[in-house]
């Protein structure tokens, strides 16, 4: 049973426009929410963090929304370059008990020049 | 960049034999972490270790175990290796509840 869910495999998005990811979760532990990106032959590389207690953390063009009660995740990138292209996989952690990250299948994100 | 090393970063093994992989780190992180990253799953939680020699399983831990002797290492062996264990493998290192996880640059295991 997979506690994330990452429902898009693939998105296209246009270089300078908005590029949304979505996520969603089953666990109501999960209290810590991340996003990670990654290139072909190297490791997740983190990206932005929210914890439960916000709805919203920003870093630059990356922002991730969280929607407590639907149980859903979003990150936005604003405006979109190629260097953008990856696969972005969501993750999230419960601070009670022994401390774990449940990671989505990932979303490949291109963006085209 | 978090110190970590993954070792070694390919290998090709034969159906039956034992492998272990190494992940080391200078961070003095408390958490370790193993995954698999397969077409179509993403990254799979193997093994980790909230410290030394306290280890659970994640979510696809059969057929593996691993060991933590000290804090900077962190061995994940595969007792006897299937076809279904090719996979690439990621070690991870965090400090705890509320911070990120550091990857390394992960393991190519191919079981023929």
């Known amino acids: 049973d997979q506690q994330v869910k990452q429902n898009s495999p693939s998105l296209s998005v246009q270089e300078g426009r908005i590029s949304i990811l979505n996520c969603d979760y089953t666990?109501?532990?999960?209290?810590?929410f991340l996003w990670y990106k990654k290139y072909p032959a190297e490791g997740p590389t983190f990206l932005i963090s929210?914890?439960?207690?916000?709805d919203k953390n920003e870093d630059g063009r990356f922002t991730v929304f969280l929607n407590k009660s639907a149980k859903h995740l979003s990150l936005h990138i604003v405006p979109s370059q190629p260097g953008d292209s990856a696969v972005y996989f969501c993750?999230?952690?419960?601070?009670?008990?022994?401390?774990?990250?449940?990671f989505g299948t990932g979303t490949r994100l291109k963006v085209l020049a | 960049d978090a110190g970590i090393t993954q070792s070694p970063r390919h290998k090709v093994t034969e159906t039956g034999t034992p492998v272990t992989l190494r992940c080391h780190q200078t961070?003095?992180?408390?958490?370790m972490y193993w995954y698999r990253q397969d077409p179509g799953h993403g990254l799979r939680l193997i093994h980790y270790?909230?410290?030394?020699?306290?280890?659970d399983k994640g979510e696809v831990s059969d057929g593996y175990s691993v060991s933590r002797s000290k804090t900077e290492d962190f061995l994940l062996t595969l007792e006897s290796a299937t076809s279904s264990q090719t996979s690439v493998y990621f070690c991870?290192?965090?400090?705890?509840?509320?911070?990120?996880?550091?990857f390394g640059q992960g393991t190519r295991l191919t079981v023929v």
């Open positions: 929210i914890s439960s207690i916000k």
């Open positions: 993750a999230a952690s419960a601070t009670s008990g022994t401390y774990k990250y449940i």
């Open positions: 270790s909230y410290g030394v020699k306290d280890t």
């Open positions: 991870a290192i965090s400090r705890g509840p509320n911070t990120e996880a550091f």
């Open positions: 961070e003095n992180h408390r958490y």
């Open positions: 666990n109501s532990m999960f209290d810590y």
